[in-house]
Each structure stands twice: as structure tokens, then as C-alpha cells.
């Protein structure tokens, strides 16, 4: 459960520090008017839409075999 527990941790740190660099990142694009940084930051953000949405999937298949 520990270990469990210690990788749900690293990953969510990671995650917020994703988004605290996304929000960094628009936040100077606005100010700088760099359409790159926007880009970039619009694509991190649909890979992430992505990743979700796989997630939300298979937890729906998991969910549908067990009570099956």
C-alpha cells in the first residue's frame, strides 16, 4: 500500500508541476504576445485531454468486466 501510495504522490507532484509550467508559460506568452508558447502550452494540454480521456475509458471497460 506504501508503494502504492508514494507513486500516486510522485505522479500528482509531477502533474502539478506541469500545470504550475503551463500557467507560467501563458502568462509570459500573453505578455510577450508569443503565439508559440501558446501552441505549446494548447498541445500539452490536448495530450493531457488525451491521457484523461484513455483513463476514463479503461476505468469504464475495468468497471464493466468485473461486473459482468
Known sequence: VDEHRVAVQRHASQLDA????????LTLASLRDDAGAMAEVGKLLADLRSAWQTIAARETTTKALHAA
Not at 18 to 25: G, H, K, P, T
Request: hydrophobic share 40%.
Open 18 to 25: 506541469l500545470y504550475d509550467y503551463m500557467a507560467r508559460r
